[in-house]
């Protein structure tokens, strides 16, 4: 446990001591890490549940051209809709089908 609790001191954020560590582990944190996006929607501002269904990953093509050019990191499953003009589909997320955050997701494989 320790050399896990050293390499996320090291990489997330320096404290001066194991103990220090321990007694901020459960204070939020001020600021965010790029590992660590905003859990809200850009468009809607709907917190993003972690292992939820609005949790996916679309084809890059999507991506690329209705949330990634407009700068924003998260987006929800409604709002994404509204981008494109359309229902989402099956296809939609062949490119990345075998990811378990696509191939859990229930939302998904209602689609079939």
């Known amino acids: 446990m320790q050399k896990n609790i050293m390499y996320n001191m090291k990489h997330v954020k320096t404290y001066e001591s194991i103990t220090d560590w321990w007694k901020n582990r459960n204070k939020p944190q001020k600021t965010r890490t790029l590992m660590e996006p905003d859990p809200n929607c850009t468009d809607c501002k709907k917190g ?8 996916f990953m679309v084809n890059d093509e999507i991506w690329n051209q209705y949330v990634e ?6 987006i929800c499953w ?3 809709e509204k981008r494109i003009k359309r229902k989402l589909k099956y296809e939609d997320f062949s490119q990345y089908m075998k990811f378990p955050i696509n191939s859990y997701n229930k939302k998904i494989q209602n689609l079939k």
């Open 48 to 55: 993003i549940d972690m292992n939820g269904e609005d949790r």
């Open 69 to 74: 050019d407009k700068g924003d990191t998260q």
């Open 78 to 80: 409604n709002c994404l």
